[in-house]
């Protein structure tokens, strides 16, 4: 098994900054890739940011330029820098991590519990 433990939420004002850090533990062979996904009350889950082993990124658009995904592959955890926060990126963070058991095992994808994101004034 896998476990991801998210650390980092909060409440912030409008503008502020925060960084949520994600760590992964377990029967971890080798991971391919980390991420963020967010959902909102009431709104779809929707993909923040990812990255692959390789340092490759992608972000959702309406967070590009505003936060920044890191990955420290020695100790298996992700990083998302926030910055210039919104009241629309409130909402539970949950991140991910695609995981190999074995060498040229097949990938799976565990979740944490999410941590709660609070932008308000």
């Known amino acids: 098994q896998v476990q991801l433990v998210e650390s980092g939420g909060g409440l912030v004002q409008p503008g502020g900054s925060l960084r949520l850090s994600c760590a992964a533990s377990?029967?971890?062979?080798?991971?391919?890739?980390m991420g963020w996904y967010r959902q909102a009350p009431g709104k779809e889950r929707e993909l923040v940011a990812g990255?692959?082993?390789?340092?490759?990124?992608n972000y959702a658009d309406s967070v590009k330029g505003r936060f920044t995904i890191s990955m420290d592959n020695a100790i298996r955890t992700v990083y998302l820098q926030m910055t210039s926060l919104q009241q629309e990126d409130t909402a539970v963070y949950h991140c991910?991590?695609?995981?190999?058991?074995?060498?040229?095992?097949?990938?799976?994808?565990?979740w944490g519990q999410g941590t709660q994101v609070t932008v308000s004034s």
């Open positions: 377990g029967s971890i062979f080798s991971i391919n890739g």
């Open positions: 990255i692959t082993s390789g340092g490759n990124t």
């Open positions: 991910y991590a695609n995981v190999q058991h074995r060498l040229g095992g097949r990938t799976y994808e565990y």
